[in-house]
């Protein structure tokens, strides 16, 4: 199964949409979970859009100096918008679930700025640079036999006040008054 950025691209064209219409209708129920275990600390919400894609919306936390982010693949084609902030960010290229490749490029990317990974054999980190950053991020159906990390510790999910507020965060951050 091989999905080009030039999709996921475009699936993520349909998900901005389709996230402004769900955060206004606001009967699209949203899951979520507090990926805590490893830096950068992410307080994420998804859901499914179609068959084909779900959304999820991040709030991905500083690290702390002198820790190290964690440096992962993807288990699906995804594409990223970021809506604020910066980040760097770290890309290398090896088996997922193997030993962790060496990084290849570093780069930072800023606040309006759309990225991919559509390859199951890519790895990235990423870092905010000051404050915390929020994305939105589509992703795909699972890369054949692929599997994602495992926590290195059991992951809760978002008290619903803080999930409240990382909904109305994201509808102040995409213009939306309800």
Same mark, same amino acid.
């Given at each position: ?10 699936? *993520?064209?349909? &998900? ?11 009967? #699209? %129920?949203? =899951?979520?979970?507090? $990926? ?46 970021? *809506?604020?902030? &910066? ?11 193997? #030993? %962790?490749? =060496?990084?290849?490029? $570093? ?49 809760? &999910? ?21």
């Amino acid at each position: 199964m091989t999905v080009s950025a030039a999709e996921m691209l475009d699936a *993520l064209s349909l &998900a901005e949409a389709w996230v402004e219409e769900a955060l206004v209708d606001r009967s #699209t %129920p949203w =899951n979520s979970l507090h $990926v805590n275990d490893e830096f950068p600390h992410v307080r994420r919400l998804w859901t499914s859009m179609t068959d084909e894609y779900r959304v999820a919306l991040h709030r991905i936390e500083p690290i702390p100096e002198g820790q190290r982010p964690l440096f992962h693949w993807h288990r699906w084609p995804a594409a990223f918008l970021l *809506l604020d902030g &910066a980040y760097d960010t770290g890309v290398g290229h090896g088996p997922p679930g193997g #030993t %962790p490749p =060496n990084i290849e490029l $570093v780069s930072r990317c800023h606040a309006g700025e759309r990225r991919t990974m559509v390859d199951p054999n890519e790895w990235h980190w990423i870092r905010p640079t000051r404050h915390a950053v929020t994305t939105i991020m589509v992703f795909g159906k699972q890369y054949p036999g692929v599997r994602g990390r495992k926590a290195t510790r059991e992951l809760s &999910a978002l008290p619903l006040l803080e999930r409240n507020r990382m909904l109305q965060d994201m509808q102040r951050l995409l213009g939306i008054l309800t």
